[in-house]
């Protein structure tokens, strides 16, 4: 049992170590060709590590199931719509999509974002505790860098809606030999009601009480965090 905790915190540690190198290397490019040649260079300075950044996010959701306590309806949601934005948007509408200043708002906030968060998790797994400016950072930042972020996944998804249409990619009309029609531009129509505000009603033992999906649901769940994990904190001080 204690061979397989090592190895769990070794695993956890190498983890979050590699990812936040590779969202420090999106975010020292980005910040570069940003001074460089503008924000109509920083796509192409970082598309690269940024797929391979994103799509080991995967692994995350693997890991929510069975490896650590982090709930699936938490994370899932975020990376889910971050891929899509990724390679949904970004890598297969470049020509409306990844020259626009919307790409630097959307790499920096995710960059910075992912930078505190993976190297908050590797000190955690490595050395059991976190710097106390390192868990401030962990736990406020969003306040700002997650609106900023989500403004440009929804307006770079809004600005390929057009091209998504008229190009039809991605898309099936009928009639075809399946008798299957599906259409990528409505998916992402879709995808975009997923960020408003929705509610679900929970039953409890004596009340209703509601529950709002998407953005706030997130936005709210981080706020319930930060409380939790700020108070512990306190405690350890007082």
Not at 16 to 32: D, E, F, K, M, Y
């Amino acid at each position: 049992m204690a061979d397989a905790w090592s190895i769990r915190r070794v695993y956890l540690a190498l983890y979050n170590c590699i990812l936040c190198a590779g969202w420090a290397s999106v975010l020292v490019r980005a910040l570069a060709a940003l001074n460089g040649s503008g924000y109509s260079a920083v796509y192409d300075s970082i598309e690269l590590p940024l797929q391979l950044s994103q799509t080991a996010a995967i692994l995350e959701t693997m890991m929510n199931a069975g490896i650590v306590r982090s709930p699936v309806s938490a994370t899932l949601p975020q990376i889910s719509s971050r891929l899509f934005v990724t390679w949904g948007v970004l890598w297969s509408f470049p020509e409306v999509t990844r020259s626009h200043w919307l790409v630097t708002l959307l790499v920096l906030s995710w960059s910075v974002t992912e930078v505190i968060r993976y190297s908050f998790f590797a000190a955690k797994e490595a050395f059991g505790l976190t710097p106390g400016f390192l868990h401030w950072l962990r736990y406020s930042t969003f306040f700002v860098l997650y609106p900023t972020g989500i403004s440009g996944e929804v307006g770079l998804t809004m600005l390929a809606l057009s091209h998504m249409k008229s190009s039809k990619k991605y898309s099936i009309e009928m009639p075809n030999a399946f008798n299957f029609a599906f259409s990528y531009y409505y998916t992402s129509l879709l995808v975009l009601l997923l960020y408003v505000p929705g509610i679900l009603r929970r039953k409890r033992a004596h009340s209703h009480s509601l529950w709002p999906l998407g953005v706030p649901f997130l936005y709210t769940y981080m706020i319930g965090q930060r409380k939790k994990s700020l108070a512990r904190t306190s405690k350890k001080v007082a």
